[in-house]
């Protein structure tokens, strides 16, 4: 397993670790994925921002869609 971690360019897979890693509750790859599917930001190759997706959660939780 590879420790070194791109916090730029994780997989969906690594976002869904890190994110229960970090307390809070337990976060699914489905969860992800689903959010990826409602507009979460991804790299041509899927890779997700961690500073870019958390960006998307909270105007998501917000109610703030770029209005």
């Known amino acids: 397993m590879d420790r070194e971690v791109n ?3 994780l997989t969906v ?7 229960t890693a970090a307390g809070g ?12 599917e409602r507009g979460a930001p991804t790299s041509a190759d899927g890779r997700v921002n961690l500073v ?11 109610g703030d869609r770029g209005r």
Do not use: K, T
Not at 25 to 36: D, L, N, P, Q
């Open 25 to 36: 509750g337990a976060v699914s790859v489905e969860a992800v994925r689903r959010h990826i």
């Open 52 to 62: 870019c997706y958390a960006a998307w959660l909270v105007r998501e939780c917000s």
């Open 7 to 9: 916090p730029a360019a």
């Open 13 to 19: 897979e690594q976002v869904a670790r890190l994110l």
